[in-house]
């Protein structure tokens, strides 16, 4: 199974502040994927991102979120202004597009005070 | 309208048992299905792809029912390493976007 890697792997906050949560995946993936997961709730789909574009992104992902691949290999989902009901896990993941499995990584734990 | 329902569980089994889980999606058009398996605060990790054939490994058996737009997942000989939350996920859009059921969870006693 390929390797992701996330950091960092808990991220403390004040509301309003600003996060960044990175990504490593394996290089020669196109399709990277960020999910979501509220303590207790579904895993919920956040975006995915291909050939360096947003392809396709859900309710969730509003005008607060960003994601870039900043130098080719780390991929970042950014966060403006944290809110209380941002505090989740985020699970970054890559595949290989359509309908082909995906392989997640270990998340960041996201907690906002 | 929920687009991926699973069994609530929990499901308590001793060591041994066969156990069944069950999965329904929205999308008659849905192009791909998978099991993933998530230990508690860990990532969801893939289990096996569903195929309309039905496929098995080892111990794990997936059956897709297209007409039903249902999917199942069968554990024997269930091991205590096998207790996790057994999560039902459906690509239904075409789309590369996949979507999760809340999943059951399964705790398997000595």
């Known amino acids: 199974e390929p390797e992701v890697t996330q950091t960092p792997s808990h991220q403390v906050t004040q509301m309003g502040q600003e996060v960044i949560l990175r990504c490593v995946p394996i290089?020669?993936?196109?399709?990277f994927y960020w999910y979501r997961q509220i303590l207790g709730q579904k895993v919920e789909f956040l975006v995915s991102f291909y050939n360096n574009e947003i392809s396709e992104k859900s309710e969730i992902f509003d005008d607060q979120f960003s994601v870039e691949r900043p130098d080719g290999s780390n991929f970042t989902l950014k966060i403006r202004s944290t809110k209380l009901e941002d505090s989740a896990m985020y699970f970054c993941?890559?595949?290989?597009?359509?309908?082909?499995?995906?392989?997640f990584g270990p998340g960041t734990r996201l907690t906002v005070t | 309208r929920k687009e991926v329902e699973q069994d609530p569980g929990p499901f308590n089994v001793p060591e041994g048992a066969t156990v069944a889980f069950n999965c329904t999606y929205s999308n008659s058009a849905s192009q791909s299905f998978f099991w993933y398996r998530q230990d508690c605060r860990k990532e969801p990790k893939l289990l096996m792809s569903v195929y309309s054939s039905g496929n098995e490994d080892g111990r794990f058996t997936a059956q897709l029912n297209r007409a039903s737009q249902y999917i199942s997942l069968l554990i024997r000989d269930s091991k205590l390493s096998d207790s996790a939350t057994y999560l039902c996920v459906v690509n239904l859009s075409g789309y590369s976007t996949l979507t999760f059921g809340k999943g059951t969870m399964l705790l398997v006693s000595p």
């Open positions: 290089s020669n993936h196109l399709y």
């Open positions: 993941a890559h595949g290989a597009g359509g309908a082909d499995e995906q392989y």
